[in-house]
């Protein structure tokens, strides 16, 4: 089960693997170059995981410059993950040696994502500018929830509850075994705990 409280948040920052990307302002497409090492056996394996929300941070003192479109590069990272919905950008934007510039192409993923967009320009304390992006990752428990059951269920018998109650907004994956429950529609809060119950199907033995 997701943990989307406050004290549980731990963002995701993308980071280049070459030494000669470091000062890089391509950094959606730095991003995706970084996902495309999770495949099995690759340097990245289990950085992505079911279930998990994956927050990039775009952090950056001058206009983001990747070459593509900022739709590409989401999409790209989107098909990286087990549910598109588990992505989402922010970007802190800043000072160069020009004056104070926009993020272009990180302002407008974050934007794509539901992701917060933050200048340091505007004076605000860092702290302040984490405590934010860290309350997008927070925010995200009042939308859609995946939780990957640990046994083959027969559905008839799945019962998710909450607070004591029924739930009815939830969907079930037989083939991802992916349990998807719309917390804006049940009304629930930041890390509140979901109770999951079911019979466990059994394989036919001769």
């Given at each position: 089960m997701?943990?989307?409280?406050?004290?549980?948040?731990?963002?995701?920052?993308?980071?280049?693997l070459l030494p000669q990307t470091q000062g890089?302002?391509?950094?959606?497409?730095l991003a995706v170059a970084t996902l495309?090492?999770?495949?099995?056996?690759?340097?990245l394996e289990g950085f992505v995981r079911d279930g998990a929300q994956l927050h990039v941070v775009l952090l950056t003192r001058g206009a983001?410059?990747?070459?593509?479109?900022?739709?590409?590069?989401?999409?790209?990272l989107q098909a990286r993950l087990p549910d598109e919905v588990d992505l989402v950008i922010s970007?802190?934007?800043?000072?160069?040696?020009?004056?104070?510039?926009?993020?272009?192409?990180?302002?407008?993923?974050?934007?794509?994502?539901?992701?917060?967009a933050l200048d340091v320009c505007a004076g605000t304390?860092?702290?302040?500018?984490?405590?934010?992006?860290?309350?997008?990752?927070?925010?995200a428990g009042s939308g859609v929830m995946t939780h990957i059951l640990e046994q083959e269920p027969v559905?008839?018998?799945?019962?998710?509850?909450?607070?004591?109650?029924?739930?009815?907004?939830?969907?079930y994956d037989p083939s991802t075994r992916a349990l998807r429950v719309n917390?804006?529609?049940e009304g629930l809060t930041v890390g509140e705990p979901i109770e999951v119950s079911y019979l466990e199907a059994l394989a036919c033995q001769e």
């Open positions: 997701r943990d989307y409280s406050p004290e549980a948040i731990a963002p995701l920052l993308a980071y280049g890089t302002r391509a950094l959606l497409s495309e090492r999770t495949d099995a056996g690759d340097c983001e410059s990747s070459p593509d479109s900022t739709a590409s590069y989401v999409s790209a970007a802190i934007t800043g000072q160069d040696a020009g004056g104070c510039v926009g993020g272009g192409k990180a302002v407008e993923a974050a934007t794509l994502t539901g992701g917060e304390p860092w702290e302040t500018l984490w405590a934010q992006v860290a309350g997008v990752s927070a925010a559905e008839a018998t799945l019962s998710v509850r909450a607070e004591g109650r029924a739930l009815s907004a939830w969907t917390g804006e529609t």
